[in-house]
């Protein structure tokens, strides 16, 4: 009876050791590192960071719109606070992105100038934007300030500074 148990045991072990060794397929996955690393999103809210990384991991190829014949494809992608809209090239690498969000939180660097420079103000609105173009960003806060009745707008860049 053991020798039975110990057959069925083995046998069963082996079928399952064959099943293993099949060949996956290899997949190809395309990240837009250039991309994000010239947005720079250390320091930005964290909706806009996902839908940055939204923008770097898609994959152009596999859209039900892609033909292989067109040069430039542009795509849409949104969430509440605001939106990107980003070219890609027909290999899937982004080219340009044009980038508007409303009313989020102001990174840490932008906020200390803010304070810094208008003690006693409030952010009552702000909109952040930025453009990419092949390889380099520019980004931009225009917020908005108020201290009574009084109303003042700014614009400063990616860092704090004021322009």
């Known amino acids: 009876m053991k020798k039975l148990i110990l057959g069925l045991l083995i046998f069963g072990l082996t079928s399952q050791l064959n099943a293993q060794i099949e060949q996956l397929e290899t997949v190809e996955l395309t990240f837009n590192y250039k991309y994000l690393n010239a947005v720079d999103s250390k320091e930005v809210p964290v909706p806009v960071k996902l839908l940055e990384e939204k923008v770097a991991e898609y994959d152009l190829k596999s859209a039900e719109f892609y033909i292989d014949d067109y040069d430039l494809y ?28 409303k009313n989020v939180k102001l990174p840490p660097m932008v906020a200390a100038a803010v304070a810094a420079k208008y003690p006693g103000w409030t952010v009552y609105k702000d909109v952040y934007k930025v453009d990419y173009f092949d390889g380099d960003s520019t980004r931009r806060w225009f917020v908005n300030l108020e201290k009574g009745k009084k109303k003042l707008r700014v614009k400063l860049d990616g860092y704090g500074k004021f322009l």
């Open 74 to 101: 542009q795509v849409r992608f949104y969430i509440p606070e605001g939106m990107i809209l980003a070219s890609f090239n027909k290999d899937g690498e982004v080219v340009r992105t044009a980038e508007k969000f």
